[in-house]
Structures are given as structure tokens and as C-alpha cells.
């Protein structure tokens, strides 16, 4: 059952592109400023999350394999690290897995309001983010020991993006012999339409994002000048 949900649902990866755009310090910061204004105060929104908002919302509107629905329930599934979320604290050098997954929910409409809608977007980012507290986080740990699940390809919704890895990760400290990086990518594996992967730049402050889509999807968002606007060269 679950191999014939694999092929039904994922798209091969010779079917699908795959492009690196790069948000400068001072790209970020203008988009964190605008989805701030638009959000109209409450909890600060982070440059990550106004970075996702203004991805989630350029993939969608450009998507032309879907008939607008404004109804249609939309998702974007974003992992947390909850080392520093638990009390006590987990240590930063504990080996296992220390992450859950969450996604963010809005509907069609909310996600391409064209009035302040990266603002809006990024505060319902903001909210979901703020929910994983110490209680929550244990109690979906304890759920999952009495009911563990993994996450599989062919499970994956249709329309849902999903956000790896983080900016946070010193990518570029590390030395295994071979000098420093240059650059880091995430490779071929595990790949969908509607995959994000984001990393630190080169430069401080800065995050560079692979985006796996459709083809077509792909080169419309390379030509949408609302996202290009944000992206550095």
C-alpha cells in the first residue's frame, strides 16, 4: 500500500527542477521589517519566518497545476529543534533526534490575500511557532511513544510544502581536510514538489534556499518579480 502511494504521489526526480536562490542581510531584513508592519504589531516576526512567507506565497501563486479554490485548506510542514525548548534544557551536543514537526494551516485565500498578505501569512507562521512550549513539545513526545508514525514520501498531501534543515547549522565552520566550504547543498535524495531546504550564506546573515518544484512551476517563479525582488545576487 505504501509503494503504490510512492508512485502515485511522487514525482520522479528527473520530472522535477531544482534552483538556489540567495537572500542578502539586507534583503532579509527588509522583508522582516515589511511582514512586521503588515502583522501590525504582537510577537516579533523573524527573518526566517517573513523569508517563508514570502516563499510559500510566490510557489503557490505560480503553481498552475491547481484550479483556484479560495476554500481549499493549504499546508506547510515545519520542523523544530527542541533542544533549547524543553525545561531543563537539552544539551546542544546530545547526539539523537531532538525535533518534532508541526504544520502551518491556512486556506487558499488567506495565503494570497493580496492586502498586507506577507504579513499576515508570516504571523500565522509566528503563532505556530510560539505553540511549541515545553508542555506540548512532552506531550507529543509522549504520543509518540504510545503511537509512533514517520513521515513517508508517498503520505505527503498534495500542495504541501516542507521546510529542511536551518540557517542556524554552522555549515561553513566545519573542516573535515579538505579547507573550508564554499557551499553547501542537500544532494538528490528525498526530493518533491514543494521541497525547501534552507542554509546559512556565506555571509553573515544571509540564507541560501533550494526550492525543488515542478518544471513549470520553476521557471514561472524565476520570472515572478514580487519574489525577485527579495532574492540577492
Not at 209 to 218: F, G, N, Q, R, Y
Request: charged content about 25%; some cysteine.
Amino acid at each position: 500500500m505504501v509503494v503504490e502511494n510512492l508512485e502515485q504521489k511522487v514525482v520522479p526526480p528527473q520530472h522535477l527542477k531544482e534552483r538556489v536562490f540567495h537572500f542578502s542581510r539586507e534583503k532579509l531584513a527588509a522583508l522582516k521589517a515589511q511582514a512586521n508592519a503588515e502583522a501590525g504589531g504582537g510577537s516579533q516576526i523573524s527573518s526566517l519566518q517573513s523569508l517563508i512567507s514570502h516563499i510559500w506565497r510566490a510557489v503557490f501563486r505560480n503553481r498552475s497545476n491547481y484550479n483556484p479554490d479560495p476554500d481549499r485548506d493549504l499546508k506547510f510542514l515545519l520542523f523544530f529543534g527542541f533542544r533549547s525548548r524543553l525545561q531543563p534544557r537539552v544539551l546542544e551536543d546530545y547526539f539523537g533526534n531532538a525535533i518534532v514537526s508541526q504544520s502551518v494551516v491556512l486556506k487558499e485565500g488567506e495565503l494570497l490575500v493580496a492586502e498586507k498578505g506577507l504579513g499576515r501569512v508570516a504571523a500565522a507562521i509566528n503563532r505556530v511557532v510560539a505553540e511549541q512550549t515545553d508542555e506540548k513539545l512532552k506531550e507529543a513526545m509522549e504520543s509518540w511513544i504510545g503511537n509512533p508514525k514517520f513521515l513517508k514520501m508517498g503520505e505527503l498531501e498534495e500542495g504541501m510544502m516542507l521546510l529542511g534543515s536551518s540557517p542556524r547549522y554552522d555549515v561553513y565552520g566545519n573542516d573535515f581536510g579538505w579547507g573550508k566550504p564554499v557551499a553547501v547543498r542537500s544532494g538528490a535524495g528525498n526530493k518533491f514538489d514543494g521541497k525547501v531546504t534552507v542554509y546559512p550564506g556565506v555571509e553573515a546573515g544571509s540564507m541560501d534556499v533550494e526550492i525543488c518544484l515542478l518544471p513549470e512551476t520553476a521557471e514561472r517563479l524565476g520570472r515572478d518579480l514580487e519574489f525577485m525582488a527579495a532574492v540577492g545576487v
